[in-house]
């Protein structure tokens, strides 16, 4: 039977992710349109948000953090771009933006000594074969797969390569020991709820020392260039950013960080994001039809949620007759208003993919078990 309630945010995208409780385009009204962001007042507003950021996430003071173009993808590009050729590099890849930093190292770089750690969705590569000596670079949460890594054990203090994470889908709703590594980067779109095209990238000292004695063979775009006459051009991670950002997106995301801490800082949203987690497992526990893409519950990720149909009928379908019948639940779903953007992703195994993050309010998931259920039988019904 069609459930009564819907939820009252249908949003469980991952990314752009659903904005915070409560939010109304109202929010921007402030916004500092059409002045430039390298006024003193615009400089101020890009500055409160590392400021901000800094102090939601634990950033140690010795790091810089700043506002890069092109949002997360930018931010570890001119990371890689920038950083990457004096050592061999480990890159770890479980899903497909991992595969994607694969692809960039390996056939873009095309750099000579790569060893690529892989396992399949689902699973994570064997962290203890990691080589520290050498460059590593990781997703701290494959959004795809919804598997992340256990923590930052498997990460040595003392290590002479550079651990570089994309932790977009991680920071703000997971513990992520920032300290523990020399780049991390996100973007605005996730698990505050901001908008998309802004990337933030911090770098240990470490890094920074690697970009002012290493200058790469290959051309740099001006996007990616973090140096000048081998020096860092520390500006960058002092409100003078690489090219213009927009304001209204910079007061979007002031809008969630001044949410984030007036709910309780890193720990609430991490609480949040967790009995997120519980609550779906809790659905899955008693229904028969679903399972977690992530068997391991160390592994598994509170924000991502990523679900497969394991009912006899589903899986004795043959491939191309089973990869359909997730985007009809979620086309169901969204005529129905009950729930927006729930299958899994398109390089993904086919299933659904739910989005956990802070934003995400865990009565608006309860009431989606219903419809899941619901969009499930529909289908199955034919
Ligand atoms: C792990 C990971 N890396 C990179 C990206 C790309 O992020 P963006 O679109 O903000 O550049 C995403 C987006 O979902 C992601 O989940």
Same mark, same amino acid.
């Given at each position: 039977m069609k459930p009564a309630a819907r939820p009252r945010n249908p949003c469980f995208s991952s990314g752009p992710c659903a904005k915070r409780? &409560?939010? +109304? %385009?109202? +929010? #921007?009204? &402030? +916004? #500092? %349109?059409?002045?430039?962001?390298?006024s003193k007042e615009g400089r101020a507003r890009i500055k409160e948000v590392s400021d901000r950021s800094r102090k939601l996430l634990g950033v140690p003071d010795e790091y810089r953090i700043g506002l890069v173009p092109a949002s997360d993808t930018g931010a570890v590009e001119m990371s890689l771009w920038s950083l990457l050729g004096p050592r061999g590099v480990d890159v770890l890849a479980w899903e497909s933006f991992g595969q994607g930093w694969v692809t960039d190292i390996s056939k873009q770089l095309k750099l000579p000594d790569v060893r690529v750690l892989a396992a399949d969705y689902g699973q994570i590569p064997d #962290?203890?074969? %990691?080589?520290?000596?050498r460059d590593v670079v990781f997703t701290w949460n494959g959004t795809t797969s919804g598997v992340r890594v256990p923590d930052a054990a498997w990460i040595p203090e003392t290590r002479e390569g550079l651990a570089i994470c994309d932790a977009t889908s991680a920071v703000f709703a997971m513990d992520v020991p920032? &300290? +523990?590594?020399d780049v991390v980067t996100y973007s605005w779109q996730k698990v505050l709820g901001g908008e998309g095209q802004h990337g933030m990238l911090i770098l240990s000292p470490r890094a920074v020392e690697r970009l002012e004695s290493y200058a790469p063979p290959w051309p740099l775009p001006k996007i990616f260039r973090m140096t000048k006459g081998g020096k860092l051009s520390d500006g960058i991670f002092q409100a003078d950013t690489i090219n213009t950002p927009s304001m209204l997106c910079v007061e979007d995301a002031l809008d969630g960080l001044r949410w984030a801490e007036e709910i309780g800082g890193l720990p609430e949203l991490v609480l949040r994001s967790k009995a997120n987690l519980a609550a779906v497992a809790d659905w899955v526990a008693r229904t028969l039809w679903v399972e977690f893409l992530a068997e391991d519950p160390a592994i598994r990720s509170s924000t991502s949620i990523c679900l497969k149909i394991v009912d006899p009928w589903f899986t004795e379908l043959p491939a191309e007759e089973q990869a359909p019948i997730p985007k009809k639940m979620a086309s169901l779903l969204e005529k129905e208003g009950a729930a927006y953007d729930v299958a899994s992703y398109r390089d993904a195994p086919p299933g659904l993919r739910l989005w956990g993050g802070a934003t995400v309010l865990k009565a608006d998931l309860e009431a989606l078990f219903p419809w899941l259920d619901w969009a499930y039988e529909e289908v199955k019904k034919g």
């Amino acid at each position: 039977m069609k459930p009564a309630a819907r939820p009252r945010n249908p949003c469980f995208s991952s990314g752009p992710c659903a904005k915070r409780p &409560g939010w +109304a %385009v109202s +929010a #921007l009204e &402030g +916004a #500092l %349109v059409g002045r430039s962001h390298r006024s003193k007042e615009g400089r101020a507003r890009i500055k409160e948000v590392s400021d901000r950021s800094r102090k939601l996430l634990g950033v140690p003071d010795e790091y810089r953090i700043g506002l890069v173009p092109a949002s997360d993808t930018g931010a570890v590009e001119m990371s890689l771009w920038s950083l990457l050729g004096p050592r061999g590099v480990d890159v770890l890849a479980w899903e497909s933006f991992g595969q994607g930093w694969v692809t960039d190292i390996s056939k873009q770089l095309k750099l000579p000594d790569v060893r690529v750690l892989a396992a399949d969705y689902g699973q994570i590569p064997d #962290l203890a074969q %990691v080589d520290f000596s050498r460059d590593v670079v990781f997703t701290w949460n494959g959004t795809t797969s919804g598997v992340r890594v256990p923590d930052a054990a498997w990460i040595p203090e003392t290590r002479e390569g550079l651990a570089i994470c994309d932790a977009t889908s991680a920071v703000f709703a997971m513990d992520v020991p920032i &300290g +523990a590594m020399d780049v991390v980067t996100y973007s605005w779109q996730k698990v505050l709820g901001g908008e998309g095209q802004h990337g933030m990238l911090i770098l240990s000292p470490r890094a920074v020392e690697r970009l002012e004695s290493y200058a790469p063979p290959w051309p740099l775009p001006k996007i990616f260039r973090m140096t000048k006459g081998g020096k860092l051009s520390d500006g960058i991670f002092q409100a003078d950013t690489i090219n213009t950002p927009s304001m209204l997106c910079v007061e979007d995301a002031l809008d969630g960080l001044r949410w984030a801490e007036e709910i309780g800082g890193l720990p609430e949203l991490v609480l949040r994001s967790k009995a997120n987690l519980a609550a779906v497992a809790d659905w899955v526990a008693r229904t028969l039809w679903v399972e977690f893409l992530a068997e391991d519950p160390a592994i598994r990720s509170s924000t991502s949620i990523c679900l497969k149909i394991v009912d006899p009928w589903f899986t004795e379908l043959p491939a191309e007759e089973q990869a359909p019948i997730p985007k009809k639940m979620a086309s169901l779903l969204e005529k129905e208003g009950a729930a927006y953007d729930v299958a899994s992703y398109r390089d993904a195994p086919p299933g659904l993919r739910l989005w956990g993050g802070a934003t995400v309010l865990k009565a608006d998931l309860e009431a989606l078990f219903p419809w899941l259920d619901w969009a499930y039988e529909e289908v199955k019904k034919g």
